[in-house]
């Protein structure tokens, strides 16, 4: 029923396109009709005839070809408009643009809902003029435009038309929107008069493919009298863009042997182990997706080695997937003339036929190993020979791999199975030649053993593949002969440490030294001297290796550090030539009190009007350790005349505070004090403190004048004492 109706209304329509052009039988060139209606049916059946159109460029329609807006429907070269796949929504409209080499139209498919069916056929028949065009209940008729990209000159171009169906006296149609008035601007505009729209230069799809614009009806003074009606105007796409890989680079892995059909790895996946995707060659196209014209096919172009096969690989022409074609046996990177293939892709639009655009790619396809090659020594026996005491490496052993040198198939790892009990050796591969560097750790003793055999075995990092064993090649012996060298005697224990108290007599026996030589089978002998002694305090007996002082030792010495002096001594065998063992001597100084305390500060300052006559705070130091420090005692010397004019006090057991008893004339003072330590014997520092008497004026101290100095009378009794036994010397 549903088709029938179809056919009514195009039947009717047929006759109305007769009855407006009765008048005129001049060819126009373009659709007969441009405007159907038809009714939504439940589904557009595949291979359905859904109407027939018909298209004339007057010039016998050489090279027409049809373009439906929706991809599911077809025109076929009789007009005939079919369904290509059932299609249960098709939308409200279907837009048909037809070319040829003298004319292009546009025809405008209306699907109506049946509700809408009976409005619609009156539609049909509200001919305005004799353009032949359906009206509609609105006052502007604004049907979408559909506009092929790329179009030549010359510009402008019709495009289509936009009605009213109600005239008005002065009435005019204004355009606006993006492609008008808004960037990119003036691209379309109207016939404020007709409503002829037209295009002003040719437009690209892929920049913009839809344009909303907006139709008005104003009047002689610009008021809108009808509108805003909105005019889509949609850009049909051409052939014009080739496709373009952007992904690239494009590397992928394939493992050696693989079965046919094994895909090649991207690097991404074979970095995870993931061997389950196939590399895949993507290309874009910027034509409509919707469209042949972006419906691509891949297909192999080179192979570059073309050896052992020109047929490597094959790649799936719709998805891009890349798979290996040959038997495994042919897929042996040993055997191939380089493990990297290149392969040139091509995709090709308009699903591959040759009016199709091509771009292409290259594919780096790279054959990776696996271990199917086992290390193998160059040679069973390697020797050595090393010199006892002697550390380092002594002999590279050699393998051979055909694996990639790249890999873990190829890396040789080493280990030694047999004969290193004492795990004197050690053996590591060099990363650059792949040798094993085999090297003793240990330095061995010609006395002990002369002769060593190591049995080593080669593996890879990678295990072998299931089917490959390590064999006999894979393991080989090393005679290593150690050579006899004289070595230097040693001294036990070394260092040697011993404590003694400082200041003991000169000659005093600090120790015996006791050094052996490891050449026992030589028999030689062994004289001592000394090395280094910084203070020079020692000697050692060249024959016995008594060691005993030519100094008194001094722990206050800047040769002692932390109470230990050290010295080095020397062990000379008589080989020819001799060795030298050199032995270490700590000596701990023990402290005895042999330094008098010192007294700080020697000078002080004080003003004659001083209101505080706390003058000073001494304090005291020992070069000794405890208990020969403090607590220091501080005190005076007697004060001669009828008045005392200082004082000392004890502050804590290392300072005391000089304080003056009364205020004293601007003079220079000396101040005789004593300090003696806690030692046992103590010991005591008679010493004097200056103390300078200064005036002070306006914060400012002078003790400009105070060169006079004013002695103790005490000190002055003295130097009388020792003049008047002087005049006795002298007259004896």
Not at 483 to 505: A, L, R, S, W, Y
């Amino acid at each position: 029923m549903q088709h029938k109706t179809q056919l009514t209304l195009s039947f009717l329509l047929s006759q109305v396109l007769l009855l407006a052009c009765a008048e005129d039988l001049e060819c126009i060139p373009g659709f007969q009709q441009k405007v159907f209606y038809i009714e939504q049916p439940f589904e557009f059946t595949e291979d359905q005839r859904v109407l027939n159109l018909v298209f004339d460029d007057c010039e016998g329609n050489n090279k027409l070809n049809f373009e439906v807006s929706n991809p599911d429907f077809k025109v076929e070269r009789d007009g005939s408009l079919v369904a290509l796949k059932n299609v249960s929504e098709a939308g409200r409209a279907l837009f048909v643009h037809a070319r040829s080499e003298h004319a292009e139209d546009m025809a405008e498919i209306l699907i109506v809902g049946a509700n809408e069916k009976r409005g619609a056929l009156k539609e049909i028949f509200k001919i305005e003029g004799n353009l032949g065009i359906p009206r509609q209940k609105r006052a502007i008729l604004a049907t979408p435009i559909l506009i092929p990209e790329n179009q030549r000159p010359p510009f402008p171009r019709s495009v289509g038309k936009v009605i009213r169906s109600e005239g008005t006296e002065g009435a005019k149609f204004r355009l606006s929107g993006k492609g008008v008035d808004q960037d990119p601007k003036g691209i379309f505009r109207i016939n404020e008069i007709s409503g002829d729209v037209s295009v002003t230069r040719a437009l690209d799809r892929e920049a913009i493919a839809n344009y909303e614009l907006e139709v008005e009806v104003t009047d002689l003074s610009g008021k809108v009298i009808d509108g805003p009606v909105r005019l889509d105007i949609s850009v049909i796409d051409q052939n014009d863009n080739k496709p373009m890989f952007k992904e690239g680079p494009y590397i992928g892995h394939v493992m050696e042997g693989s079965p046919t059909g094994c895909p090649a790895v991207p690097v991404w996946l074979n970095q995870h182990l993931l061997r389950t995707t196939v590399m895949r060659m993507t290309a874009f196209d910027a034509d409509d997706s919707s469209t042949d014209n972006a419906l691509l096919r891949y297909n192999i172009i080179k192979q570059t080695p073309i050896k052992p096969s020109p047929n490597m690989f094959y790649i799936d022409p719709e998805k891009g997937d890349i798979v290996t074609v040959v038997s495994p046996s042919m897929l042996d990177r040993e055997t191939m003339e380089t493990p990297k293939y290149e392969l040139v892709i091509g995709a090709k639009d308009m699903g591959g036929f040759d009016v199709g655009l091509t771009g292409t790619a290259t594919a780096t396809i790279l054959i990776d190993d696996k271990n199917d090659h086992p290390p193998e020594f160059t040679k069973k026996e390697f020797q050595a020979t090393v010199k006892e005491g002697v550390t380092g490496v002594i002999v590279n052993l050699t393998v051979g791999d055909r694996d990639d040198p790249a890999t873990g198939a190829w890396r040789a790892v080493y280990t030694i199975i047999n004969g290193n009990p004492g795990q004197s050796f050690e053996i590591h591969t060099n990363p650059e030649t792949n040798e094993g560097m085999l090297s003793v750790v240990k330095p061995l003793d010609y006395e002990i053993s002369a002769f060593h055999t190591l049995l080593i075995k080669v593996e890879n990092e990678d295990p072998l593949v299931p089917d490959i064993a390590y064999g006999p090649s894979s393991t080989a012996t090393v005679q290593i002969t150690v050579k006899d060298v004289n070595e230097g005697p040693v001294f036990h224990p070394n260092p040697m440490t011993v404590t003694k108290q400082e200041n003991i007599p000169i000659g005093s026996v600090v120790l015996t030294v006791n050094a052996t030589d490891p050449d026992t089978l030589q028999h030689q002998t062994i004289r001592y001297s000394v090395y280094k002694d910084p203070a020079g305090w020692l000697e050692i007996n060249p024959t016995n290796g008594t060691i005993g002082t030519t100094a008194i030792l001094d722990r206050e010495s800047p040769y002692v550090q932390d109470n230990i002096y050290t010295a080095l001594f020397l062990a000379i065998d008589s080989g020819n030539p001799p060795a030298t063992g050199t032995g270490t001597l700590h000596i701990t100084l023990e402290d005895v009190n042999d330094n008098v305390p010192s007294l700080y500060p020697t000078l002080a300052k004080v003003c004659d009007d001083a209101k505080d006559l706390r003058v000073v705070v001494l304090g005291a130091s020992d070069k000794d350790l405890h208990p020969n420090t403090d607590p220091f005692k501080f005190e005076l010397s007697k004060q001669s005349g009828p008045e005392k004019l200082w004082k000392i006090t004890k502050i804590n057991n290392t300072h005391a505070q000089v304080i003056l008893l009364q205020n004293l004339k601007k003079a220079n003072y000396n101040i005789p004090i004593s300090v003696t330590d806690s030692g046992k014997p103590p010991l005591t520092n008679n010493t004097e403190l200056k103390l300078q008497v200064c005036s002070c004026k306006k914060s400012r101290m002078d003790c400009s004048a105070t060169d006079a100095l004013h002695i103790s009378m005490t000190l002055i009794l003295l130097s009388l004492f020792s003049l008047f036994f002087v005049q006795l010397n002298l007259s004896d």
